[in-house]
């Protein structure tokens, strides 16, 4: 179905792109805009012995220094416009409402997601309504389709309150002018989380998400079902969710009810065929599972691994593996600050031939994940002997408790979670990536450069 307005132009390239690709994922920076040492926030200088960390890099220091415009408004350099229930565009002071042209839904500007807004009026979409996991499509339900559920939607679905029949009843009142509405993907889903909210324990706590375009999210009585079952044939009845009361990932039983909202995106549907080659899966083949990252990755010759969805360039092994016999050994552990100042050193000594490598921040690292995969839940034909634990470590602190750190976990399929500081990880390392434009201190000026890769000093560009 057709939208009623304008989309972004890089929407528009998504929708050209060749039928059974991985679609582009272009990422939004965390949210995170303080750096940290090991307990508390310190001056994001490379002189404090904590470097290269997540609010040094991406957009968010980009759009505070004013080097590009967004298309909305958001928190930091997060970018939403509201959308009407007929489709149009909408001013930033819109509110919600049943009428054609009331806000209730959100454009992210940044990925072209289009996501559906919760009310609080009691009707199909409120806030406090619970769903099941439930999906019919056995190419992508890991083997078992669910649960259909009981009354837990306020009488708005009957007794079946599953998120497959919520689904069908947004699409058949063509929400915002679309009728292909679904579950959303992990990495989909994360995409909304802001990482930079103080989320604090107990009740009360702000939802880990922009409040002024996401309202009404639940924080205290369920998480957010994703679209992504568990690739576990052992346990075929679990699927993955986020929470928002403090950006979690983890999975939990599909008949747990839990709250759902569903995404639209002008993307191309992925192809189920697999015709792209073999993911290499430990334990679970991805025939129950439609993969997420088969095709977006090339391996170079100097044993890095380019995304083609992020623009990102990883390094093909984890830090302590030997890259000259395919990545053989269970790589080094490192604490957080060991972690930042090994990837200093890496820079110090060009490292695959590059010097502006970094810990990725938690949603580059997220990217990884293939959904189709499980212990570990990351394609093993690319990223060679990747282990099944421990976790691996990202640049991005915990604001709430910032003695912790955010991990993503490739055991079970990329839970995401946080951990001490002071505990021992393991280490990929990245550089690069398109809306990511490379921060760095030269000279005692911050620097952006337009490809995100190496630059010249001096040289300042405008990002997009």
């Known amino acids: 179905?057709?939208?009623?307005?304008?989309?972004?132009?890089?929407?528009?390239?998504?929708?050209?792109?060749?039928?059974?690709?991985?679609?582009?994922?272009?990422?939004?920076d965390t949210g995170i805009?303080?750096?940290?040492?090991?307990?508390?926030?310190?001056?994001?200088?490379?002189?404090?012995?904590?470097?290269?960390?997540?609010?040094?890099?991406?957009?968010?220091?980009?759009?505070?220094?004013?080097?590009?415009?967004?298309?909305?408004?958001?928190?930091?350099?997060?970018?939403?416009?509201?959308?009407?229930?007929?489709g149009s565009e909408l001013p930033a002071d819109a509110v919600l409402g049943a009428d054609a042209g009331d806000w209730a839904c959100t454009r992210d500007n940044v990925t072209g997601l289009v996501w559906e807004v919760k009310t609080d009026d009691g009707g199909v979409r409120d806030k406090d309504w619970l769903y099941t996991w439930f999906y019919a499509d056995a190419t992508d339900n890991g083997g078992d389709p669910g649960n259909t559920g009981g009354d837990t939607c306020g009488g708005t679905l009957g007794a079946e309150c599953n998120s497959d029949e919520f689904a069908a009843a947004v699409n058949a009142a063509s929400l915002c002018g679309f009728d292909d509405w679904r579950l959303p993907q992990g990495d989909e889903l994360v995409g909304l989380v802001d990482f930079g909210v103080v989320a604090t324990a107990g009740g009360g706590t702000p939802a880990t998400i922009d409040p002024d375009y996401f309202p009404n999210t639940i924080t205290d009585a369920a998480w957010y079902w994703t679209r992504d079952a568990l690739a576990q044939k052992l346990s075929p009845m679990f699927a993955w969710f986020v929470a928002f009361?403090?950006?979690?990932?983890?999975?939990?039983?599909?008949?747990?009810?839990?709250?759902?909202?569903?995404?639209?995106?002008?993307?191309?549907?992925?192809?189920p065929s697999h015709a792209q080659g073999t993911l290499g899966c430990q334990e679970n083949g991805n025939d129950l599972i439609r993969p997420s990252t088969l095709g977006a990755f090339t391996v170079n010759a100097d044993g890095t691994v380019h995304d083609s969805r992020t623009g990102l360039v990883w390094d093909q092994c984890l830090l302590g593996q030997d890259h000259a016999n395919a990545c053989d050994g269970p790589g080094d552990p490192y604490t957080w600050q060991q972690g930042l100042a090994a990837a200093e050193s890496m820079n110090a000594e060009a490292w695959l031939g590059h010097d502006d490598w970094r810990l990725p921040n938690v949603r580059e690292l997220r990217s990884l994940v293939e959904r189709a995969c499980v212990q570990p839940?990351?394609?093993?034909?690319?990223?060679?002997?990747?282990?099944?634990?421990p976790a691996v470590l990202t640049s991005s602190t915990y604001p709430g408790f910032p003695s912790a750190v955010w991990v993503v976990g490739f055991d079970s399929g990329g839970y995401v979670a946080m951990f001490g500081k002071n505990l021992e990880h393991r280490v990929r390392l990245v550089r690069g990536g398109d809306g990511f434009a490379a921060y760095d201190a030269i000279e005692g000026h911050e620097l952006i450069f337009a490809d995100g890769f190496d630059g010249v000093p001096g040289a300042v560009a405008e990002a997009g």
Do not use: E
């Open 1 to 28: 179905m057709n939208a009623r307005f304008l989309l972004p132009a890089f929407a528009c390239a998504a929708a050209s792109a060749i039928a059974g690709a991985p679609p582009a994922l272009p990422l939004n």
């Open 33 to 86: 805009t303080t750096c940290f040492d090991g307990s508390a926030p310190i001056a994001c200088d490379s002189a404090t012995g904590y470097p290269r960390q997540d609010a040094r890099f991406g957009r968010d220091p980009a759009f505070a220094d004013g080097r590009f415009q967004k298309i909305g408004a958001g928190d930091a350099s997060l970018d939403y416009t509201k959308i009407a229930n007929d």
């Open 245 to 271: 009361n403090d950006a979690a990932a983890n999975f939990a039983g599909k008949d747990t009810p839990s709250a759902v909202r569903l995404v639209h995106s002008t993307a191309p549907a992925r192809s």
């Open 377 to 389: 839940g990351i394609d093993t034909n690319v990223f060679l002997n990747a282990p099944t634990a």
